[in-house]
Structure formats: C-alpha cells, structure tokens
C-alpha cells in the first residue's frame, strides 16, 4: 500500500515538473516569437526611413529646380514633415493613436492564439 501511495506521488510530482517544462517552453517559444517580431519590424522601420529620407530628399530638389531655389524645396519639404508631426502630437495628446495600436495589438494577439489552437 504505502509503495503505490509513493508511486501516486511520484507521479504526480512527474507530472507537475513536466507541466512547469512545458509551461517554460511555451514562455521561452513566445518571448522569441515576440522578440524577431520586434526586430523584422525594426528593420523595416530603417529601411522605411532610408527610403524616405531619399525620396524626401529627391521632391526636395525637384522643388528647388522649378522654384529655381537652392533651399525653398528643403524648407517645403520640411515644412510638410512640421505638419506630420503636429498631426501625429495631436493624435497621441488625444490618446487616439494609442488606441489604435492597442486594438492592433490585440487582434494579431488573438490571430495567434486562434492559430496556436488549431495546432
């Protein structure tokens, strides 16, 4: 009797140490997920400003050449950036933007969990 009691228990602290492992993997498998989530994004964010930075500077000189200017076609351009900006302040300061995100972040949360199930 008192070696399938021990028996009960041993399992039971298998099935425990093996639940923890499993729970651990889980964490560790969505830490990475989320972690080259964040650096693909990263990425692109640079390319995109790169990207950006060029264009900006090509429609900066474009300007300058029909406004036959060394420098209005950069204040222009720097100018639209100054709108953006305020555009983006005002977003944030009425904590629309952040409402967004947050909506989007938990939509792709979902997403994953829906498709981590079904797996």
Do not use: P, W
């Amino acid at each position: 009797m008192a070696s399938s009691a021990r028996k009960v228990i041993d399992n039971i602290v298998e099935f425990i140490e093996v639940k923890t492992e499993q729970i651990k993997l889980r964490i560790i498998a969505r830490v990475a997920r989320m972690l080259s989530g964040v650096l693909a994004l990263s990425v692109a964010a640079l390319l995109s400003f790169f990207f950006l930075f060029f264009l900006s500077f090509a429609f900066a000189e474009m300007i300058n050449v029909a406004l036959e200017s060394t420098y209005y076609g950069f204040l222009i351009i720097a100018g639209v950036y100054l709108l953006v900006i305020i555009m983006v302040f005002a977003l944030v300061k009425s904590r629309k933007l952040q409402k967004c995100i947050e909506k989007l972040i938990v939509k792709l949360e979902e997403a994953k969990y829906e498709q981590e199930r079904k797996h």
